[in-house]
């Protein structure tokens, strides 16, 4: 349900309810097979001519079977829920946009559950109707519960330059450089 707050800016509230089942597809005594209620939040448009907004912020109310292992904890969570973008433009040719995403899920390995928190920051720059250049990092989080107690971070950063040669024709090069840190030893090379 939403309404415009200005021209071209909207508010919502919204409700989300979601069932994951892990289904036990890798044959292990536990599982994390879960529901979840979701009451999000949202704004969406440009509240100034230099500003985009793209938020939806708000609580998660998950409930895990009773398959779970015993040191998991409460079977009833109350998470933050998180998917924003806010893109602004610095000049005509200058344009920054910040994205932060925080959710919780069952781990993809099948033992656990993680937090999977995602910032990225990225700057673009054009010279003209052709060259574009930018730059970016990003640190993504993976944060995982009992019994399984990692906590996983990629950090990385990247330059791009980018060519358009005509409406329907672009090249882009870009380099990325990324780094890895885990509580889990010797991995180093993640």
Do not use: C
């Amino acid at each position: 349900v939403g309404t415009t707050l200005a021209p071209g800016f909207r508010g919502q509230v919204g409700y989300r309810y979601g069932v994951q089942d892990q289904a036990r597809l890798l044959n292990f005594p536990e599982e994390y097979d879960n529901t979840y209620h979701r009451v999000l939040f949202g704004l969406e448009g440009s509240p100034w001519k230099w500003m985009k907004l793209g938020v939806s912020v708000g609580p998660e109310f998950r409930s895990y079977g009773e398959d779970v292992p015993a040191g998991f904890g409460s079977h009833d969570e109350l998470n933050l829920f998180v998917d924003a973008t806010v893109t602004l433009t610095m000049a005509p040719g200058d344009s920054v946009v910040l994205s932060a995403k925080q959710f919780e899920q069952p781990g993809f390995g099948g033992r656990s559950t993680y937090e999977d928190l995602t910032y990225d920051l990225t700057w673009r720059h054009k010279f003209g109707e052709h060259l574009a250049v930018g730059a970016s990092g990003r640190a993504y989080n993976t944060d995982f519960s009992y019994p399984t107690m990692r906590d996983d971070w990629v950090l990385s950063v990247s330059g791009t330059v980018a060519w358009t040669f005509n409406k329907h024709i672009q090249a882009e090069a870009s380099i990325t450089y990324e780094d890895g840190e885990s509580r889990v030893p010797n991995t180093w090379a993640r």
